[in-house]
């Protein structure tokens, strides 16, 4: 006996077509349970097979050369009121100044982790402004990594950009 997609025999799809069977969809349950039952090997080898995908899913790692991307000039885009605009970003070990939309903003900055650093501003305006911000690179490529960045007291606010090494 044929399979066709979704595991319907073939004389039972052409009884249905034939209109000699009403299909419902307690009657494909029960047609499918017992094909299942009747073909125990195929059983097997879906089980087999979904043990290898998940096997073989889990072995996947992201790509993260973080230390190529402690320093440098960097260019990001970012949104303001629906408008994409391009910003500039120079970082050293310990300082990371931004240049977008004519404003100038220094950051001080504490590496936590290979991947991770925690930016404070330099000189705030206000409270809000003085808030840590929380910085993880997430993967690399060549020449840019995917950012996710938040406040620190506020993972809520959390968002994700990509960030490209210019030099």
């Given amino acids: 006996m044929t399979r066709l997609l979704f595991f319907i025999p073939t004389e039972l799809l052409k009884r249905i077509i034939n209109n000699e069977i009403v299909f419902n969809r307690s009657l494909f349950l029960v047609s499918l349970h017992t094909y299942l039952y009747l073909n125990s090997t195929f ?6 097979s979904a043990c290898i995908l998940l096997l073989a899913s889990s072995c996947y ?3 993260r050369n973080c230390n190529d ?3 440098g000039t960097f260019e990001f885009t970012y949104e303001i009121n629906g408008e994409t605009k391009t910003g500039k970003s120079v970082r050293t070990d310990t300082l990371n100044v931004d240049y977008y939309d004519n404003v100038i ?7 936590v982790t290979e991947c991770e650093f925690i930016g404070r501003k330099l000189h705030p305006i206000d409270y809000a402004d003085s808030k840590p911000i929380q ?9 840019s990594y995917l950012l996710e960045y938040s406040l620190l007291e506020d993972p809520s606010t959390k968002k994700r950009g990509t960030v490209k090494k210019i030099k």
């Fill in 43 to 48: 059983v097997k080898n879906l089980i087999f």
């Fill in 105 to 111: 903003d220094t950051f001080t900055i504490r590496w």
């Fill in 61 to 63: 790692t992201v790509e």
């Fill in 69 to 71: 991307f402690k320093t």
């Fill in 135 to 143: 910085m993880k690179i997430i993967s690399t490529t060549e020449d």
